[in-house]
């Protein structure tokens, strides 16, 4: 997703506006239109450079391996405070804190106090007679004469404008100190969580599960094997997941696009199209998301595209969330077939009554609150909570979809989330500040949801983003008479600026969310198992009836736009989505 107010293509290379429509806030009555997420660009903090997905208009070297950096898209990482440009690969073996930056990480320090690296260049004016690039910034040093510096002692290259922000580093080889010391890390902590051996030596025997600090020249591999995300993490999770259903009883039956049906669009975006498709032979029907390659390599979105893979995987938990089928690609896409919701979304429910009584409202919070509280449970923030995103089954029960937004592995241990993301109108004040968050902000997106239920319009408003970002932060949301004093007490906790405080969280004052007395005389535990009957029940002619959703993109043709530059296609990594494929047991059985 991008920032600010930039436009983006749709998957007919229709002009898209993320932020303008997305951020101006419903100030008329009634929710008119559907509001898109935005995402910011995502910075890999790194020795205290800010590290951000580029691409370069011209040729560029990585200043850590000095090799090119190949491919048509993003080709690597730029620094956003000092330029330093390197492969993706290579952007967390930098060891040498950031020129540009003011903040000292204790890595950074303790690097410093432990090595001492601190020896300057000495750079004089040289004149090149071939083509040279900056070992800084990787690009080309250009002029006829005096193009740019080189160091008289270990004969690196920068521009003039770069001298004062390369690091002291003068006849050290940063990827060779970088992998030794991570071999010795990997040592120290291997053998720290081996029982000791009282009383016996081991002399170096050829057979040490641990190479000796003379013995690193081969341990390259190991590193990258470490390092990457989505290959080896994601096959033990795949192998976990499949023994627990199937017993282990072996592998389960994969799917392709052969194998479906194309019949109608459902929704699209910037990121492909969703569409409603059949199993070929089964008349079974189910909801095809088709996310474009080139668009997720573009935005640096593969591990979020891996993450969402994960949580559908694990919503088979919960009977709140939409169902995964199957997962599998092609040259072109990425696909997830899912459970098809055929009672549309809560936004199209809701334009059509203006909007919902307290007690529907009530039935839609519970099951709502189940699932944000499964997802918490599982360290999971769900991060774009809204009424596009909440779809109904055949029987009216919610179930949450889209997990593109998702933020895993947030327990305590591991820190907190500081990606700016998720719909204007829903954004929390902690993300809108640029500080660190936790699962707070989805109880905040759960009250403006509420809000949105009861009262029929958006409780913050703006023209822009600045204004609607300025009424979130300081304005007080205005509870009409039409609603009760305990939903207009919930909805009160639940906009707690304070995150620690809010409705939702350990530390509220008003106690657990269940307990509050909107929710007075809930049975949790009928509700966690679906036997509260729904409320409403959407009016569904069949199986494969697509008339809950709008029409302007029902009546577009069920269709995948080819991508038409076949380089780009060519230069996208075979490996970049590997074990990406996914067929659920429980579906087949």
Not at 160 to 171: A, P
Not at 196 to 204: A, V
Not at 477 to 493: D, G, M, V
Not at 504 to 524: A, K, L, N, T, Y
Request: with cysteine; net charge neutral.
């Amino acid at each position: 997703m991008s920032s600010g107010s930039s436009k983006r293509m749709d998957e007919d290379d229709n002009p898209v506006e993320d932020t303008a429509m997305a951020t101006r806030s419903t100030s008329g009555p009634g929710l008119q239109r559907r509001r898109g997420a935005i995402k910011h660009a995502r910075v890999h903090e790194i020795r205290g450079h800010q590290f951000v997905a580029t691409f370069f208009r011209q040729p560029t070297f990585c200043s850590l391996c000095s090799d090119f950096m190949w491919g048509l898209n993003k080709q690597g990482y730029q620094c956003q405070l000092c330029s330093t440009a390197v492969h993706k690969k290579c952007h967390e073996k930098i060891i040498m804190h950031c020129p540009g930056s003011a903040k000292n990480t204790k890595e950074t320090i303790a690097l410093k106090e432990r090595f001492k690296v601190d020896i300057p260049h000495r750079f004089k004016t040289y004149n090149y007679k071939s083509p040279t690039f900056c070992d800084h910034c990787g690009s080309m040093l250009y002029g006829l004469f005096k193009q740019g510096l080189r160091c008289e002692v270990c004969g690196v290259n920068c521009h003039h404008k770069c001298e004062k922000l390369m690091s002291n580093l003068c006849g050290v080889n940063q990827k060779q100190l970088s992998e030794a010391l991570y071999e010795i890390k990997r040592g120290t902590v291997a053998s720290s969580s081996c029982p000791p051996n009282i009383g016996t030596l081991h002399i170096g025997n050829g057979d040490s599960k641990h190479p000796s600090n003379g013995s690193l020249p081969n341990k390259l591999k190991n590193f990258f094997k470490t390092q990457q995300y989505s290959m080896e993490n994601h096959a033990e999770h795949d192998e976990y997941m499949n023994n627990i259903w199937t017993g282990g009883d072996g592998p389960v039956k994969k799917f392709g696009l052969q194998h479906f049906n194309l019949m109608k669009v459902l929704g699209k975006g910037s990121f492909g199209k969703v569409m409603l498709v059949e199993l070929k032979g089964k008349n079974e029907y189910y909801a095809m998301k088709c996310l474009k390659k080139d668009v997720i390599l573009e935005d640096d979105d593969t591990e979020c595209t891996y993450i969402e893979r994960r949580v559908l995987i694990l919503a088979s938990q919960c009977p709140f969330l939409c169902q995964l089928f199957c997962s599998f690609q092609t040259n072109e896409y990425l696909f997830f077939v899912m459970e098809y919701l055929n009672g549309g979304d809560l936004m199209h429910h809701i334009q059509q009554v203006k909007k919902f009584d307290e007690n529907r409202t009530r039935f839609y919070a519970c099951e709502i609150i189940v699932a944000l509280q499964f997802l918490h449970a599982n360290n999971i923030i769900y991060r774009d909570l809204k009424l596009d995103n909440i779809l109904l089954d055949s029987e009216g029960h919610v179930k949450l979809a889209d997990f593109g937004m998702a933020k895993t592995e947030m327990n305590r241990e591991n820190g907190m989330a500081s990606t700016f993301c998720g719909t204007p109108d829903y954004i929390s004040p902690e993300i809108i500040k640029g500080q660190l968050y936790n699962e707070a902000v989805d109880f905040w997106s759960f009250g403006v949801l509420m809000y949105e239920m009861l009262v029929g319009q958006s409780p913050f408003h703006g023209e822009g983003e600045d204004e609607l970002f300025d009424s979130i932060l300081n304005e007080r949301p205005y509870f009409p008479k039409t609603i009760s004093k305990e939903a207009a007490k919930c909805l009160s906790a639940l906009f707690d600026r304070n995150p620690n405080t809010r409705l939702g969280m350990p530390e509220c004052p008003d106690g657990p969310i269940r307990q509050h007395s909107f929710f007075r005389g809930v049975d949790w535990k009928r509700f966690e198992t679906r036997q509260v009957p729904p409320p409403f029940k959407p009016n569904i002619k069949s199986s494969s009836d697509a008339s809950n959703f709008d029409e302007d993109f029902t009546n577009e043709k069920a269709a995948l736009t080819p991508v038409h530059d076949k380089s780009l296609l060519a230069s996208i990594d075979p490996e970049a989505f590997l074990n990406f494929s996914y067929t659920n047991p429980q579906f087949l059985s």
